[in-house]
């Protein structure tokens, strides 16, 4: 076993229901070693480094095919790691929710090979359509990387939503289970966007922020699911059919951020109070009555 996986989490990997070969690799070229790797990483992130916050995990299945759609918040790919990361840990047996990268993350050297054993392939319709069928579960951000270029100021907004993920839950007659996720603009507060810098890098920009580079601060994230939506149709309806269920989606997934900013709201004001509270107590009874 390497050093840097956790045998719970090699323990918990064999027990996602996906058709490993006897090397341990699934028909799409997710590797158990990479994932359990993966996730040995990323629960450090989910447990302690930030504070999440997971409501309506129940509504995301342990079985059957289904569609996370929800919206890009942060510099980088934070809502990703986190909803990919809850999937993981907070069902049971646990379920591996495969996003689709954007296509410049397969050109770039180590990176595309690493997202592929980890389960995140490249976002092609084909390839999305064929892990539905095969009942897997899908993640998509409808904003694309438009998402997770918002500038501080935009972090709680929501831009244009592309419509084929729509075309595709309909044509596969998949339930679209949306989710906001609040506070990655705060652990990234993106000033500015260097693409000159994403073009050295072959990426579409880097994200630039107070302190230069777009390393994460500890701060409290929320990730909240909903119930799914399920819409009926062939996928092939008219655009302004198509455009009507979209808005559907976009309206629920604001309505999620909402809740989720007031639920951040109050754990903040209650983690505040709590240190008064605890600083009160450590000082001196005479400081203490002068206080109140």
Same mark, same amino acid.
């Given at each position: 076993?390497? @050093?840097? !996986?956790? &045998? +719970?989490? *090699?323990?918990?990997?064999?027990? =996602?229901?996906?058709?490993? #070969? /006897?090397?341990?690799?699934d028909?799409?070229g997710?590797?158990?070693?990479?994932?359990?790797?993966?996730?040995?990483?990323?629960?450090?992130?989910y447990?302690?480094?930030?504070?999440?916050?997971v409501?309506?995990?129940?509504?995301?299945?342990?079985?059957?095919r289904a569609?996370?759609?929800?919206?890009?918040?942060?510099?980088?790919?934070?809502?990703?790691?986190?909803?990919?990361?809850s999937?993981f840990?907070?069902?049971?047996?646990?379920?591996?929710?495969q996003?689709?990268?954007?296509?410049?993350?397969?050109?770039?050297?180590?990176?595309g090979?690493?997202?592929?054993r980890?389960?995140?392939?490249?976002?092609?319709v084909?390839?999305?359509?064929?892990?539905?069928?095969?009942?897997?579960? @899908?993640? !998509?951000? &409808? +904003?694309? *990387?438009?998402?997770?270029?918002? =500038?501080y100021?935009?972090? #709680? /907004?929501?831009v244009h939503?592309?419509?084929g993920?729509?075309?595709?839950?309909?044509?596969?007659?998949t339930?679209i289970?949306?989710?906001?996720?609040v506070?990655?603009?705060?652990?990234?507060?993106?000033?500015?966007?260097?693409?000159?810098?994403?073009?050295?890098?072959?990426a579409p920009?880097?994200?630039?922020?107070p302190?230069?580079?777009?390393?994460?601060?500890?701060?409290?994230?929320?990730l909240?699911?909903?119930?799914?939506?399920?819409?009926?149709?062939?996928?092939?309806?008219?655009?302004?059919?198509?455009?009507?269920y979209?808005?559907?989606?976009?309206?629920?997934i604001?309505?999620l951020i909402?809740?989720?900013?007031?639920?951040?709201?109050?754990?903040?004001?209650?983690?505040r109070?709590?240190?008064?509270?605890?600083?009160?107590?450590?000082?001196?009874?005479?400081?203490?009555?002068?206080q109140?």
């Amino acid at each position: 076993m390497s @050093l840097l !996986i956790d &045998p +719970e989490i *090699a323990a918990r990997v064999d027990r =996602l229901e996906l058709p490993f #070969n /006897t090397y341990g690799v699934d028909p799409y070229g997710a590797s158990k070693q990479h994932l359990a790797r993966l996730f040995t990483a990323f629960r450090f992130f989910y447990r302690h480094y930030f504070t999440v916050g997971v409501e309506g995990i129940e509504h995301v299945p342990v079985r059957g095919r289904a569609m996370l759609v929800g919206n890009h918040s942060g510099g980088i790919a934070i809502d990703g790691a986190m909803v990919i990361t809850s999937c993981f840990f907070e069902r049971e047996p646990p379920r591996l929710a495969q996003g689709m990268a954007e296509k410049f993350m397969a050109q770039t050297p180590f990176m595309g090979l690493f997202a592929t054993r980890s389960g995140q392939l490249t976002g092609l319709v084909e390839t999305a359509e064929h892990l539905l069928h095969d009942e897997r579960l @899908l993640m !998509i951000f &409808p +904003e694309g *990387a438009r998402g997770t270029a918002k =500038l501080y100021p935009e972090r #709680n /907004t929501l831009v244009h939503f592309g419509s084929g993920f729509m075309r595709l839950a309909m044509k596969t007659r998949t339930p679209i289970i949306p989710f906001g996720f609040v506070g990655g603009g705060e652990a990234i507060p993106t000033i500015a966007n260097s693409y000159a810098l994403g073009k050295l890098f072959g990426a579409p920009y880097v994200p630039i922020t107070p302190w230069g580079v777009a390393l994460p601060a500890p701060v409290r994230l929320e990730l909240t699911y909903s119930a799914p939506m399920t819409f009926e149709g062939s996928g092939t309806e008219e655009d302004e059919v198509i455009e009507g269920y979209v808005e559907q989606v976009k309206q629920r997934i604001a309505g999620l951020i909402e809740v989720g900013r007031e639920r951040r709201r109050k754990a903040l004001a209650w983690s505040r109070g709590a240190e008064d509270e605890a600083r009160i107590e450590g000082e001196p009874a005479s400081t203490k009555e002068e206080q109140r």
